[in-house]
């Protein structure tokens, strides 16, 4: 029974769609990509794939299969806590450049890659945190990944010498 129950659960982890939350129209935040969402990227206009995960096994086989479906991938392994300045500084550049188009930033659970675009919309475009705040929420972003957002920014605005 403990295995139907498992096998169960993982079907349904198979087949369920992308966690991922649009925060513009060019922007989208999402946990870890399954095979079969390369051509669906593609098909809704985006360019290119930023992975911030650490795994350099799965980054090399994510780059294979995003560039066989024609999307432009960078992999970029910025911690999960203790993001610094240089971290934001290197994502403004990717999120700002012409060329990246529209762009799918993912991380494992869609989290770090809320909080990232957070500090990105405080530090670098200078939105008020309840600015940066509400447009996570009103992507989708619920009260326990909002709460990790403000702990986390807390910690990087106590670290860093910018404002928060």
């Given amino acids: ?16 769609p992308l966690r991922s939350y649009a925060v513009t129209d060019r922007v989208l935040l999402a946990a870890q990509p399954q095979p079969e969402d390369w ?28 560039r066989a479906a024609g999307l ?12 610094e300045p240089e971290h934001l500084a290197e994502f403004a550049r990717i999120v700002e450049a012409p060329e990246t188009g529209k762009l799918v930033f993912h991380c494992r659970s869609a989290t770090r890659v809320g909080l990232i675009w957070m500090l990105y919309r405080i530090v670098h475009q200078g939105w008020t945190r309840e600015q940066a705040e509400a447009e996570l929420r009103a992507a989708g972003y619920d009260d326990d990944a909002m709460a990790t957002f403000e702990f986390c920014a807390d910690d990087f605005f106590e670290r860093s010498s910018m404002q928060g």
């Fill in 1 to 16: 029974m403990q295995n139907q129950l498992c096998n169960a659960l993982q079907h349904q982890t198979e087949i369920a």
């Fill in 39 to 66: 051509q669906r990227f593609v098909a809704a206009g985006y360019k290119t794939v930023l992975n911030i995960r650490s795994d350099p096994e799965r980054a090399a086989v994510q780059a294979a299969n995003a």
């Fill in 72 to 83: 432009h991938y960078i992999h970029a392994p910025w911690p999960a806590y203790e993001l």
